[in-house]
């Protein structure tokens, strides 16, 4: 059991050895999270920590989060071996495996701590090295940026989140973290939620917190993008789980809220993968997405708590928790994927590619499955999620709030719709068709060492789906500790319908089995012509959809998307350009420009920075007597 | 046992029988109507299977720029179409599977095949082809909330999330304050139908400008055997989203097979109203199509909204 808290061994000299330590303690972790949800004694270690009482417990939350950790932790080890060799001159390798140990170590610390401060400590190591982490190509100015606002926005974040540990300290009568029982709510329990959900959020890049991450996870190498979307995004989840776990109970109306906020989330984020063109920006904002879907699963649980609905708590938490691992596995695939693809073309615009799965069929083969995942389609992971929470949203409807539930409905749908576009446009535009210019045209698989760790995300993908059925008794392990003595077992409760979902979904590939089975026999032309482009005589591969026509029908109603396009008249027009361009209507459009204006009024102060140091002694010396004055006519004035 | 063998044995046969041999006919009905309607007398009604025979035993060509994607729109189209037909009840026949929450695998199903298609038009890399996969994509995103308020209306309605009882709820008709949700749900997923189905106004199937189509466009590299599984497919989303069309409106009648009858009958008159809406209306022109989703979408949430207060 204390494997799981084995720090994981930063990077020595030798590139093979710190991989193969680092992937270790992730295994060992991996088999302790494993343990601990399928049905484990919960371990606890209890020592003083700043003259408190701490405690490292390994519960079934804890587990449930440590789980999709270490699964990804390891393989990104491994895969980062082969993806940014140590030895790579300028690639900063040694400091990229020694933060990506640290933020492993710090993440495992944060899922097992019980205690407030030790719980804040964590935090910021997480967040601190994976500043280091999304900066390790600091000599690419858009990349310092990127970790620059990641690094404010983490820290504003956790200023809510160190007032809200500071009041449940309070609530709990020290920074020991024991749930309270289950009763009637303090007057204090609503603004320990507030300051929670407002931290947490910023973390989980919920609307309108979310700006930081897409550059974030767009600039970081693509293993460090896999464990900062497929995890430490969740982190924002867990601490909201937790937090909320302690509390004798939550009012009802935040649960309809974090559903709204889940919804819009998620709606916003797949609305704006659409129209992204860097592949990398794309599948960060489908993150948005899938921790908008994640938070309608909280939002649902917390109704169902509220109002004593079990059926609501246990579909809600369930769908949250199973979600957080579906997505845990499609969304590093994906990353992976695309660190392959940046290792094959060199460049993560993918107006430029095309055709990909001839030159990258490996490739192309596993990340199909993660394509069908993040859409949510049966028979993968993504969908089994979904369904769950599509359960909890009709139950809401039913029991819960129905005009809340009825709008995140809308939204999931749409949503789902929306993904179709999203990722159809990913996979055609990168790996279909031909290429549309130089980048692809040496492009090849990647070593083993990659595709293994790709390989086995894929094959989980599929996997989860007919293996789901003994998770279920893991998922109400898992609901107890965040709702005490509220959850039912999942298994009597759709254990049938879920059995039959499984059956049709086994009956899916049968069938296309036997379609296929039919398709083979049937004779095939010698001769491989051109594709039949409607008569057109001479084809070329600029002549193809490109991305950003693909998604033109729903870009051009977001607000940060302009496109310029001059009119064209003549009978026989000359060169024509399109120009398009993306930003995030939140960050670059609302937020950037007040803070510049914000930035523009606190220049004024530069005037007192002189850069002599008499004068700073000056105001050191006047700020003293200033002081001084006050304290000896306080005592005079009638106050 | 041998007495409930009997009729599932029969309930099995005439799935079958609706499933794998029914479909090619209902386009064959609606051609055969458009044509009657233009004073023509048109391709023979079965048409369709004569078609399948040819391209069954047809050699099929593959583009040199295509991959194995190329063959995972048509194979995943009718798996999950076949899926999905097990679940859709066949008028008021006894159901083989059912279970709750089947409503949202019955819509992702739909869902799995669109995709498929998708890429294996992208796939090939004609402009065109990239062109429709864009416009099916994009219009099926509004498509898919008129089909799901219509569910979430039914559900709040019947108490339930399977298909069965929502759309076998013959009693719906009489209570009076669930009629009028029923005739918005109705409206609302007859124009998912003609949209899904590419017909007109929507879509045009028997254009022969590749510029104005959405899903033929898509279809356009297939040929031989991969073709054949590809209309094949067509027809069959004709029957399963026309069952669902057809289910709610059909009377309850005492013998089983007089309601297979009655669902026969059902879907042959959708056909023919297919046909009749066909002569009779012009396609949109494509920045209409949204409005036209759009009003689905409103018909089946007003119908939502109205059981929610």
Known sequence: MAAAFLPLVPPLNEGRFSTLLGALGSLLAFLAAAHALLGGVPSHLDFHFWQGPARLELDALSAAFLLPLHLVAGLGIVYGAEYWPITLSKG??????????????????LFVTRNGLLFLVAWEIMAVSAFFLVNTEHHRPEVRRASWVYLVCTHTGTLAITASVILLAHRLGGFAWSPLPPGALGSLDVWILVLAVLGFAFKAGLLPLHFWLPAAHASAPSHVSAILSAVMLKTGIYGLLRVSSLLPGVPAWMGGGLLTLGALSAVYGVWNALAQRDYKRLLAYSSIENLGIITMGVGLGWTGRALGDPWLTTLGFGGAIFHVWNHAIFKSLLFFGSGALLHATGTRDMEGLGGLAARMPRTAMILLPGVLAVTALPPFNGFLSEW?????????????????????????????????????????????????????????????????????LAALTLGIGFLSLPLLP?????????????????????????????????????????????????????????????????????????????????????????????SIRALFPRAHSFHTRVLDAVGDGLLAPWLERVAARLFRFHRFQTGYLSVYILYVLVTLLGVFLWLLLRARLPL | MSQALLPTLLNILFRAFVVLLLPPLIPGIITKIKAWMAGRSGPP????????????????????????????????????????????????????LAFEGDVILFAYLLGLGRFLTVLSALDTGSAFEGMGAAREVSFSAL??????????????????????????????????????????????????????????????????????????????????????????????????????????????????????????????????????????????????????????????AFAFLLLLV
């Not at chain 1, 749409?414 to 040496?442: C, M, N, P, Q, W």
């Not at chain 1, 039959?500 to 001769?527: C, H, I, N, S």
């Not at chain 2, 399948?52 to 048509?74: D, H, I, Y």
């Open chain 1, 92 to 109: 900063f390798g040694r400091s990229l495996r020694f933060f990506f140990g640290f933020l492993v170590t710090a993440m495992t610390l």
């Open chain 1, 388 to 456: 769950f929470i599509y359960r909890g949203l009709f139950a809401s409807l039913r029991g819960g709030d129905a005009w809340s539930s009825g709008l995140a409905l809308l939204a999931l749908v749409f949503t789902g719709g929306l993904a179709a576009v999203a990722f159809a446009r990913f996979y055609g535009v990168i790996f279909l068709g031909t290429s549309r210019s130089e980048a692809g045209a040496h492009a090849h698989d990647p070593s083993r060492l990659m595709l293994v760790p790709m390989g086995i």
């Open chain 1, 474 to 566: 893991v998922l109400d392990r898992v609901v107890r500790v965040v709702a005490p003595g509220q959850g039912l077992p999942l298994a009597t409760l759709v254990g049938r319908d879920f059995r039959l979902l499984l059956l049709l979904e086994g009956l899916l590939l049968v069938f296309g089995g036997l379609a296929l089975a039919w398709l083979r026999p049937g004779t095939r032309a010698a001769e491989a012509p051109p594709t039949w482009d409607c008569g057109y005589a001479a084809p070329t591969a600029r002549m193809q959809y490109t991305g950003s026509s693909f998604a033109e029908g729903w870009s051009v109603f977001l607000p940060g998307v302009t496109q310029r396009v001059r």
């Open chain 2, 45 to 96: 009604v079965l048409q369709l299977y004569y078609d399948l025979a040819k391209l069954a035993r047809k050699q099929a060509v593959f583009s040199r720029t295509t991959t194995w994607v190329f063959l995972a729109g048509p194979v995943g189209t009718v798996a999950a179409l076949l899926v999905a037909s097990l679940l859709i009840p066949l008028g008021h026949t006894a159901p083989l």
């Open chain 2, 143 to 300: 498509a898919e909330p008129a089909l799901f308020f219509g569910f979430a209306a039914l559900a709040r309605a019947t108490g339930s999330l399977s298909l069965t009882p929502m759309l076998q709820s013959h009693g719906m008709w009489t209570a009076g304050h669930l009629s009028g949700p029923l005739m918005l749900i109705l409206a609302g997923w007859g124009i998912v139908f003609l949209a899904e189905n590419s017909r007109i106004p929507v879509d045009d199937p028997n254009t022969h400008l590749e510029l104005t189509m959405i899903h033929e466009v898509m279809v356009l590299d297939h040929s031989g055997r991969p073709l054949a599984l590809i209309l094949y497919g067509a027809s069959l989303k004709l029957v399963v989203l026309g069952a669902l069309l057809v289910d709610p409106l059909l009377p309850v009648l005492s013998k089983g097979w007089l309601n297979g009858l009655a669902l026969l009958g059902g879907l042959a008159l959708l056909a023919v109203v297919v046909g009749l809406v066909e002569s009779t209306t012009a396609r949109f022109r494509m920045n209409k199509v949204p409005q036209f989703l759009v009003a689905g979408v409103l018909a089946s």
